[in-house]
Nanobody, 124 residues
Framework: QVQLVESGGGLVQAGGSLRLSCAASGRTFSRYAMGWFRQAPGKERAFVAAINRSGGTTYYADFVKGRFTISRDNAKNTVYLQMNSLKPEDTAVYYC?????????????????WGQGTQVTVSS
């Protein structure tokens, strides 16, 4: 499995931006499709975005389309989530995940490797 470490979370006002990073180690990063998920208190973990191995294909949850962008740098073994126009309802712990499939997936149960999460809090 690949080891994942998220960073970049924090407190931001509504309308602001944050960029999350997820650094991978332990296996060949370019073998993995990557996903971002989030979990708010009392709610299930929800899909946010995914990107394929090369970075050429992305997939987003409807509630982040046009606001969030997922990208990756295989030379740096890192995947990013650029979050713009943040809303208080985006407040959650954000997790990155990885697995060696070629078709992008949104079910957290399909991902075998997870980071520890990073807290994002959006104030109104």
């Amino acid at each position: 499995q690949v080891q994942l470490v998220e960073s970049g979370g924090g407190l931001v006002q509504a309308g602001g931006s944050l960029r999350l990073s997820c650094a991978a180690s332990g296996r060949t990063f370019s073998r993995y499709a990557m996903g971002w998920f989030r979990q708010a208190p009392g709610k299930e973990r929800a899909f946010v975005a995914a990107i394929n191995r090369s970075g050429g294909t992305t997939y987003y949850a409807d509630f982040v389309k046009g606001r969030f962008t997922i990208s990756r740098d295989n030379a740096k073994n890192t995947v990013y989530l650029q979050m713009n126009s943040l809303k208080p309802e985006d407040t959650a712990v954000y997790y990155c995940a990885a697995d060696e499939f070629t078709v992008l997936k949104s079910d957290p149960g399909d991902y075998g490797s997870w980071g520890q999460g990073t807290q994002v809090t959006v104030s109104s």
